[in-house]
């Protein structure tokens, strides 16, 4: 498929422009969402800043790839891509819900990542997969960390859970379509981006404690726009 795809056109570069802001600004949030929650679990701190290390690392190496193609990231549109995630971890943050930080940074932005990179990596230029396929081995490590952290305090968390997901999952359906004409042009199919989303997204509560049928429900809130 990458055969096909001219990494060089105005339309390819100008599309690129936006989703390489997008995974910048997301790694920036990440490593900022992390700091934040080292505060919040003084224990885990030493833990978190080296997961927010990571994520600057990958900023770098993104900054990197759009740079090999010779475009100048749209940060200013990739801001407004995460404000509203960003405004609903900030407000959790400030009421003290760990849970809803955990669950917005750990599970959605994270899956959403890894969504995203796994259906981009197949047709990625030759740089960016290389770049691509590093950074997702170290984003499962992330997952890992906030699925370990509900999984153990699941009985205390589940209903922060239900109510995180029910105001935030719609978020990412909203995104979705945000970006699904720029995805189009970079190889990567919207549908593709969804069904691997969701199946990270299912696989994360299953991991936490969440049965089938919870799962099911809560993951049909992605279907509902924003």
């Known amino acids: 498929m990458t055969a096909t795809i001219d990494f060089q056109t105005e339309t390819y570069r100008d599309a690129y422009s936006r989703i390489n802001a997008i995974v910048i600004e ?22 978190l800043a080296k997961l927010a290390k990571m994520e600057d690392r990958h900023k770098k190496g993104f900054i990197a790839c759009g740079k090999n193609l010779n475009v ?7 801001k407004l891509f995460f404000s509203s995630l960003h405004g609903n971890f900030q407000k959790a943050i400030q009421e003290g819900g760990l849970v809803t ?11 959403f990542a890894i969504a995203a990179y796994n259906i981009y990596i197949p047709v990625a230029d030759p740089f960016a997969r290389k770049i691509t396929e590093g950074v997702i081995k170290d984003e499962y490590l992330h997952l890992n ?3 370990e952290w509900l999984k153990a ?29 720029d995805a189009k042009v970079l190889g990567m199919e919207k549908e593709a981006l969804v069904e691997d989303f969701m199946i990270q997204y299912g696989e994360s509560l299953g991991n936490i404690g969440f049965n089938t049928r919870e799962i099911m429900k809560m993951s049909a809130m992605g279907l509902i726009p924003a």
Do not use: H
Request: aromatic residues 10%.
């Open 145 to 147: 960390f906030g699925e």
């Open 153 to 181: 305090n699941f009985a205390t968390s589940k209903a922060e859970l239900e109510v995180a997901n029910r105001q935030n999952l719609p978020l990412v359906w909203k995104m979705l379509n945000q970006v699904a004409k």
């Open 101 to 111: 930080c955990l669950l917005i940074q750990s599970l959605i932005i994270e899956c």
């Open 26 to 47: 997301g790694e920036q949030e990440a490593y900022n969402n992390y700091m934040q929650l080292g505060e919040f679990l003084p224990e885990q701190k030493e833990n």
């Open 72 to 78: 100048v990231p749209d940060m200013e549109f990739a």
